[in-house]
């Protein structure tokens, strides 16, 4: 689907589909940019596992990375691919 902008140029949405836990660190620039909480920051244990970092429970977190929260509110504006230095999202036309 492409759609046309203000001035008549084609633009394409290239919504967020996946983000790459091994490449991501967690940083959160793309969680800033992004008005729409298509992603949230979770902890990564050393099994693999996503937990929340709000959870009571004694996980041992291996590091933090974001994930998708939300993929159906991405509106495909590219923003947190702009500013992501890792390259670990993943974007197409979902």
């Known amino acids: 689907m492409s759609l046309t902008s ?7 949405p290239e919504y967020l589909l996946a983000i790459n836990p091994e ?3 967690g940083c959160g620039r793309c969680y ?10 979770k902890g ?9 970092l709000d959870d009571d429970d004694d996980y041992e977190i291996e590091k933090k ?10 509106i495909g504006c590219g923003a ?11 974007h197409g036309a979902g």
Not at 6 to 12: A, E, H, P, T, V
Not at 44 to 52: A, I, Q, W
Not at 65 to 74: E, F, I, K, P, T
Not at 80 to 90: F, I, L, Y
């Open 65 to 74: 990375v974001m994930v998708l929260a939300a993929a159906g509110a991405c």
């Open 23 to 25: 490449k991501c660190i």
């Open 6 to 12: 203000r001035n008549g140029s084609i633009w394409k």
């Open 80 to 90: 947190c691919a702009r500013v992501c230095t890792t390259n670990c999202q993943t």
């Open 44 to 52: 990564l244990n050393e099994d693999g596992d996503y937990v929340d």
């Open 32 to 41: 800033k940019v992004c008005g729409r909480d298509v992603m949230t920051l």
